[in-house]
């Protein structure tokens, strides 16, 4: 009877996980897209009271709803990456967790001057910028795959 209520709970926090990361999947770029544009701000109080005074409370509700699901995809993300590829377990529980929420901290708190400064760049940057971005993706895509050998190989 036990294993039968675990493979349960196994199946719903795997639902769960799908369901958030669908959310993630829609809410981040959009959000993030709307924060460059200034379309939003990214201070959730702010876009309650605007959303608030145009469409009432259950629509600022849902706004702060996606709010918490923008800043919590970096901890997430953070928390998903330590436990998939550090296999040795050399962070606990509760240190892991305090790294997620420092990278949901910091980027909460950088997120408005790095959109003010690559909204200030002057046209010429934005090639630059997305060639840049790519030469680091593609390293760290690489250093994800050797690190993801080693661990396999360990």
Not at 114 to 122: H, I
Not at 140 to 153: A, D, P, T
């Amino acid at each position: 009877m036990r294993t039968q209520e675990s493979g349960r709970m196994r199946y719903v926090w795997i639902a769960v996980a799908w369901i958030y990361g669908l959310q993630a999947f829609l809410m981040f770029p959009s959000l993030l897209g709307e924060i460059y544009r200034q379309e939003q701000s990214p201070w959730p109080w702010e876009a309650y009271v605007r959303s608030t005074a145009r469409h009432g409370t259950g629509d600022a509700v849902f706004g702060v709803y996606c709010y918490a699901v923008f800043y919590s995809v970096p901890a997430v993300l953070t928390w998903i990456s330590f436990r998939r590829f550090v296999k040795r377990k050399p962070v606990d529980g509760i240190t892991l967790s305090l790294i997620s929420l420092w990278v949901a901290c910091s980027f909460g708190f950088l997120l408005p001057s790095c959109t003010a400064f690559v909204r200030e760049l002057p046209d010429a940057w934005n090639g630059w910028l997305t060639i840049l971005w790519l030469v680091i993706s593609g390293f760290m895509c690489v250093l994800l795959w050797v690190i993801f050998k080693e661990q396999r190989r360990n």
